[in-house]
T-cell receptor
Framework: NAGVTQTPKFQVLKTGQSMTLQCAQD?????MYWYRQDPGMGLRLIYY???????DKGEVPNGYNVSRLNKREFSLRLESAAPSQTSVYFC????????????FGSGTRLTVV | DQQVKQNSPSLSVQEGRISILNCDYT??????FLWYKKYPAEGPTFLIS?????DKNEDGRFTVFLNKSAKHLSLHIVPSQPGDSAVYFC????????????FGEGTQLTVNP
């Protein structure tokens, strides 16, 4: 049982380049999320998808776009990468009931130079 | 507006002693309060949760206490083990936050042998 799978695990981009971070879950969860983790700032929500076909902005959406391709997959796109987007990105999914929490992927470490 | 605050960036304890991690929040409408544990190069993993209608929840060596009047949450680990060394995030959520979790900044716990 893979849970939440993120690809790639590591990436280095030049300023202005674009890329898509992929996320897939095999738990039949309705809700999916993208977070970024920066030192001293915890996990900040970028975008989320409460169900297939819907997406909404989180706390720090600027510079990102998302696509909920189907129930399993939720991708995060950086159209023109900036050094401020250097971070560790985590994808998560949930059944929707807060008491059960989220299941996270292992993360993508992105460096923009 | 930081709704969730973990004021101690780090905590160091001796093996076998108690570890107490603290979390303060401002939103009195949170319904659930979760703790996540994160090892380096891995995604956060769910540790323990408590509903707003309770003041204590215990799971083995881990106990979470909720003081709603003080808007304060704490995680007790007894006895602490070196394998508990990780970053701990508190993450409350509720209907008023769109049924999404809000993460604190995290506390790095180091348990010394």
């Amino acid at each position: 049982n893979a849970g939440v799978t993120q690809t790639p695990k590591f990436q280095v981009l030049k300023t202005g380049q674009s890329m898509t971070l992929q996320c897939a879950q095999d738990m039949n969860h309705n809700s999916m999320y993208w977070y970024r983790q920066d030192p001293g700032m915890g996990l900040r929500l970028i975008y989320y998808s409460a169900s297939e076909g819907t997406t909404d902005k989180g706390e720090v959406p600027n510079g990102y776009n998302v696509s909920r391709l189907n129930k399993r997959e939720f991708s995060l796109r950086l159209e023109s990468a900036a050094p401020s987007q250097t971070s560790v990105y985590f994808c998560a999914s949930s059944e929707g009931h807060l008491g059960y929490g989220y299941t996270f992927g292992s993360g993508t470490r992105l460096t923009v130079v | 507006d930081q709704q969730v605050k973990q004021n101690s960036p780090s905590l160091s304890v001796q093996e076998g002693r108690i570890s107490i991690l603290n979390c303060d929040y401002t939103n009195s409408m949170f319904d659930y309060f979760l703790w996540y544990k994160k090892y380096p190069a891995e995604g956060p993993t769910f540790l323990i949760s408590i509903s707003s209608i309770k003041d204590k929840n215990e799971d083995g060596r881990f106990t979470v206490f909720l003081n709603k009047s003080a808007k304060h949450l704490s995680l007790h680990i007894v006895p602490s083990q070196p394998g508990d060394s990780a970053v701990y995030f508190c993450a409350p959520g509720g209907e008023t936050s769109g049924s999404r979790l809000t993460f604190g900044e995290g506390t790095q716990l180091t348990v010394n042998p």
